[in-house]
């Protein structure tokens, strides 16, 4: 995926004005609001269970003691 800044050296000749400077920034801001939105909208959510260890059985064996 490549990366395009939005305010490239090249690009700002074409702008006369602070009020086209700002509306492309807006643009800008909207259009990385849009992807983040779009990239939370495709989590899904987690579905596994933890486990620590395995169940044991306790048995009722007498200790020996010596």
Request: net charge positive.
């Given at each position: 995926?490549?990366?395009d800044p939005p305010f490239?050296?090249?690009s700002r000749k074409d702008e006369r004005t602070l009020h086209?400077?700002?509306s492309r920034?807006?643009?800008a801001r909207e259009d990385a609001a849009a992807r983040v939105a779009?990239?939370?909208a495709k989590i899904k959510p987690?579905?596994?269970r933890w486990r620590?260890?395995?169940e044991l059985e306790i048995r009722?064996?007498?200790s020996y003691v010596r």
């Open positions: 995926m490549s990366y490239a050296p090249e086209d400077r700002v920034a807006r643009k779009d990239r939370y987690d579905k596994r620590v260890r395995d009722s064996d007498p």
